[in-house]
């Protein structure tokens, strides 16, 4: 579970949070939109630990996050950073394992579990080749399998189909799915907004750092609200298969 | 034809493990090692064949009486040679892991003590205290101020190169090592115009390096840092592992990084006063050392670590036993021979960095 409340973060005179309420529920994914510079990856970073907000509060699991060590955050939240390279050859084994490596979980069931993160997020047949010569979608499928091997019920994505090609821009964002039917809370920072409407349960559009509208993906998605926060004039449409709202520039 | 199934066949299955030589070439390096250790031992002005060596050796260990060539043996052996093979190999192990660790954290594979400053901030806190003549410490006087002016020197170097962060190259830290080697070096160059002829002489020998005044007590009061930096080095492999990701990534794993980077700080910096404090500054070593293993056994510091240490003792204790070989019975400095290979070395990564497009 992930409730924030009331926080608000600047630098220098910039006002990056505004006073931001919200709680997400274990069991949904949520996806966090909005133009750019509008704080969507400066709140996950909050959530995330990474920076402290000047006012209010972050509750990961009932708890303060304040209170939790670094290694105690890492057993209740997992992160799928923006951009993410290695620095020496490891293999890509090794680099979903690392999301293992501090994790108190029995040891005797990490290799299965690496196994099947790889698996679900098709790195598996690139399991001893050297990260660093991978492609930048493949990377992020790498990153991905370390997120999953974490197995946190917090998980934290910061924009996971930005390099993706179509097919796997929607199994990441199928697993995610998944992992929420399997109790986790699910955050997703999302650019696509036909992406975030047919996967979250929940959409949160931000604007100027703070929250504009939140609600299901029907509700947030209309005409008049994308148009206003994105300053682009777009038609709303239902999706001809799915029962989610499709959203086109014109 | 491929059809959609197919390939998703080929995606989902893991191919097996390719074939993994690090027992090989740990064996092959420990025989080595193991021949090189008896060589030095054997090599010299008074030329020892193997058999002889290990019995000097072991006539330490037996309280059978000695006739005269072997009681010669056992000296040149145990009071000439021993302690410098030793020595060799703490200097060189320590370099070794001291230069795998530095690389690990500051995530850039040319952090070498000598070439980013930790080796030359920690030899001009030697040559202070021998120029200025402190005493405070006794006989651990020297060592305290090589490890207290190497620690310094890492934090202002970590301050201001700022590595693991996003938008920083590694020309940021080879620009602030040259800064901090030119400094080291102008203060060094004072401290030796204030010297008198006496302490002149000793820190000549020790800007180039040398092995020459090898003794069991020194012995004794570096191989306890040495051993303990190696150690404390094994229980943060896996941390060092996950940096590799970057401090973020790290942090989000559950490292907890500056804490992680203040305790390394410390460590490196005992280990390269381990190896300057009596021995000088030699190149090079934490530079070429992990670089090969990297590539030979891979980038895991669990195996990483124990194999540079093991590597850096062989390379010192080759090099050393170039140095006093080539022209006896005078020696060469260590660190000239070092230089001469380790320079072409780093060329050489330069070039195969620029040749993989990845600027270092």
């Known amino acids: 579970m992930i409730e924030l409340r009331n926080i608000s973060l600047r630098a220098d005179e910039k006002i990056l949070l505004d006073r931001v309420n919200l709680s997400c529920e274990p069991g949904t994914v949520t996806a966090l939109v909005g133009p750019n510079g509008a704080g969507k990856s400066t709140l996950l970073s909050v959530i995330a630990g990474d920076v402290r907000p000047d006012q209010g509060e972050v509750v990961l699991q009932d708890r303060n996050i304040g209170k939790f060590s670094v290694r105690d955050l890492a057993q209740i939240r997992a992160v799928f950073p923006q951009g993410s390279g290695i620095r020496f050859g490891y293999h890509v084994h090794e680099v979903v394992s690392m999301g293992r490596a501090f994790r108190d979980l029995p040891t005797n069931q990490d290799a299965a579990a690496i196994e099947a993160a790889m698996m679900q997020s098709e790195v598996a047949h690139m399991a001893w080749r050297n990260a660093q010569t991978l492609s930048g979608g493949e990377q992020a499928r790498t990153t991905f399998a370390r997120v999953l091997v974490q197995e946190c019920p917090v998980v934290l994505l910061d924009e996971p189909t930005a390099a993706l090609d179509l097919r796997h821009q929607e199994k990441v964002l199928e697993s995610a799915v998944d992992l929420a039917r399997g109790g986790a809370t699910v955050l997703a920072v999302l650019h696509d907004l036909n992406l975030a409407a047919a996967h979250a349960d929940r959409i949160v559009l ?10 299901t993906p029907w509700e947030v998605l209309t005409q008049e609200q994308v148009g206003r926060v994105y300053r682009q004039d777009v038609c709303v449409m239902p999706h001809p298969l799915r029962e989610c709202p499709v959203v086109l520039t014109c | 034809m491929t059809t959609p199934n197919s390939i998703a066949n080929t995606l989902g299955t893991t191919p097996h493990r390719p074939r993994d030589h690090t027992r090989l070439i740990g064996s092959v390096i420990a025989i080595v090692f193991g021949t090189v250790f008896l060589a030095t031992i054997a090599i010299g002005p008074v030329s020892l064949q193997f058999g002889q060596v290990l019995s000097a050796l072991g006539a330490r260990f037996s309280d059978a009486p000695l006739d005269a060539d072997t009681a010669l043996n056992v000296a040149v052996v145990w009071d000439l040679r021993l302690a410098r093979s030793v020595t060799a190999i703490i200097v060189g192990a320590s370099l070794a892991t001291c230069g795998a ?5 500051f995530g850039n594979p040319l952090a070498d003590p000598g070439i980013v400053g930790v080796s030359s901030g920690a030899s001009l806190g030697a040559i202070a205290v021998i120029v200025l003549q402190v005493s405070t410490f006794g006989i651990w006087t020297l060592p305290i101020g090589a ?22 190259d590694s020309s940021q830290l080879l620009l602030v090592g040259i800064a901090v080697n030119a400094i080291g070096g102008s203060v060094a160059g004072y401290l030796t115009y204030l010297a008198t002829a006496e302490q002149l002489q000793s820190l000549t020998f020790w800007a180039m390096g040398s092995l020459s005044t090898a003794k069991w007590l020194t012995v004794g009061i570096t191989i306890g840092p040495a051993i303990a930096g190696m150690v404390l080095l094994m229980i943060w492999a896996r941390q060092l592992d996950l940096l590799a990701l970057g401090e973020r990534q790290a942090r989000h794993l559950g490292v907890d990084v500056p804490k992680l980077r203040r305790k390394l700080i410390f460590v490196t910096a005992l280990l390269v006063a381990a190896a300057v404090s009596f021995n000088g500054t030699i190149g090079f070593v934490g530079l070429v050392v992990p670089h090969i293993f990297r590539l030979l056994i891979g980038p895991g510091h669990r195996r990483l670590i124990p194999f540079s240490a093991i590597g850096g003792g062989l390379l010192v204790m080759l090099a050393d036993l170039v140095a006093r070989s080539m022209d006896p019975p005078n020696e060469i400095p260590i660190g000239v021979i070092m230089g001469s290979l380790g320079g072409p070395f780093f060329l050489w990564m330069i070039w195969t960095g620029r040749a993989q497009g990845k600027g270092t």
């Not at chain 1, 931000?206 to 609600?215: H, Q, R, S, V």
């Open chain 2, 147 to 168: 490890f207290l002016a190497g620690v310094g020197t890492t934090f202002l170097i970590y301050g201001l190169a700022r590595p693991g962060r996003e938008g920083t």
């Open chain 1, 206 to 215: 931000m604007c100027n750092g703070a929250i504009a509208a939140t609600g």
């Open chain 2, 101 to 105: 660790a530095m690389q690990g954290l």
